[in-house]
């Protein structure tokens, strides 16, 4: 464990750093030069999914050297603990009409695929010119049905994780680096 670990989590959650906050940033410029390459001359449209991406779509951002614009969705998935059965509501709605732009969708996470493939099809029916997906983390073990991820951040084991935007009961977001929770903590035994 890096020795941040222990100042940003007192109470022993973590039981280890997946990925360090170095290689992190790294991953994010990387990602946003692809992104600059991929959208030039392009009306690019970045739609941030709440809450978790807030962290990594800031970064993300100020990394694309293109004109862009953002807008943010909120969506609740309905589901047992921590699994989503793919019935979703919107939260919160756009507030830019996507018709005819070039959007991106940016998710912190791609788990079984569920949710973010009822978002995508709400999405698509608003006719963008484009739409793909940027996750930070997607796990292929969870996948139940598949979603084309264009740009993708890590591929990670089926891991419970925190930090940089994912959340355990609403903390821990403010990590530098992505940690798995302590198994012993873990929802459902996930």
Do not use: W
């Amino acid at each position: 464990m890096s020795p941040d670990v222990t100042v940003l989590d007192p109470d022993g959650l973590i039981s280890d750093v997946l990925v360090e906050a170095a290689p992190l940033s790294q991953r994010v410029r990387e990602l946003g030069e692809e992104l600059s390459r991929d959208y030039a001359g392009r009306d690019l449209l970045l739609v941030g999914v709440l809450k978790g991406a807030v962290f990594f779509m800031a970064d993300l951002v100020r990394e694309i050297t293109v004109p862009c614009e953002i807008d943010f969705m909120a969506v609740s998935s309905y589901g047992s603990g921590t699994d989503s059965s793919g019935v979703v509501r919107i939260l919160k709605d756009l507030e830019i009409n996507i018709s005819g732009r070039d959007v991106l969708v940016v998710e912190d996470i791609i788990d079984s695929g569920l949710t973010l493939s009822y978002l995508m099809r709400s999405l698509k029916a608003r006719k963008p010119a484009s739409l793909e997906i940027c996750a930070l983390l997607t796990k292929p073990e969870r996948r139940e049905i598949d979603v084309p991820v264009k740009f993708v951040g890590f591929e990670i084991p089926n891991k419970f994780v925190i930090g940089y935007g994912l959340d355990f009961a609403e903390r821990y977001r403010n990590l530098p680096y992505i940690g798995v929770l302590h198994p012993d903590l873990v929802p459902n035994g996930l």
